[in-house]
C-alpha cells in the first residue's frame, strides 16, 4: 500500500540542500526530491493561499514526507507547520522538521502542532549523512502514509 511519492525538502540554504539530497540518495531512496526555498513555496506547492486565503486548492499528489526548515524566509516552519495541519489534505502529511536549533521552545511548538519528528541536523559531516539517510528511508520506505482525502 506505500506507494513511492515523492520527497518534498523546505530548505532555503543551497549547501543544505546539496548535503539533504546527497544524504537521501547515499541512504537509498530514489524517490523524487522536490526542493521548495520558503515558506511560502511550501504552501503554493500544496495549493494553499500561503496569507490565510479562504478554501484551499487541490494540487499534485501529495509527498510521502516534508522535510521542513525551521528558518527560512517569508514564512517559517512553524508558521508552516501551524498552516498545513489547519487544512483537511495535509492535516496527517507526515512532517519532519530537520533543523539545526536545539531551543527548547522550537522542539515544544512543533510537537504542539503536531510535527511527527524533530531532527537536529548534526555538524559531523558523516552523523549528518547517516542521520538525514536514515530519516529519508524510515519516512519513505518503513512508514505508511496517510491516504489523500477523497482518493
Known amino acids: 500500500m506505500n506507494r513511492r511519492r515523492h520527497i518534498l525538502l523546505a530548505e532555503d540554504d543551497e549547501n543544505d540542500v546539496a548535503l539533504t539530497t546527497l544524504a537521501l540518495r547515499r541512504g537509498g531512496l530514489r524517490h523524487e526530491i522536490v526542493v521548495v526555498r520558503d515558506g511560502v513555496e511550501v504552501m503554493e506547492h500544496f495549493g494553499i493561499h500561503p496569507h490565510g486565503g479562504k478554501g484551499e486548492a487541490m494540487a499534485g499528489e501529495m509527498p510521502g514526507v516534508l522535510l521542513l526548515d525551521l528558518r527560512m524566509p517569508r514564512l517559517d516552519g512553524l508558521e508552516v507547520l ?70
Open 82 to 151: 501551524e498552516r498545513l495541519r489547519a487544512q483537511p489534505r495535509t492535516r496527517n502529511l507526515p512532517v519532519v522538521m530537520l533543523t539545526s536549533s536545539r531551543q527548547e521552545q522550537d522542539l515544544l511548538r512543533s510537537y504542539d502542532l503536531r510535527v511527527n519528528a524533530f531532527v537536529v541536523k548534526p555538524v559531523e559531516y558523516d552523523d549528518f549523512l547517516r542521520a538525514v539517510g536514515e530519516t529519508g528511508l524510515f519516512w519513505c520506505t518503513v512508514n505508511e502514509p496517510p491516504p489523500e482525502p477523497g482518493r
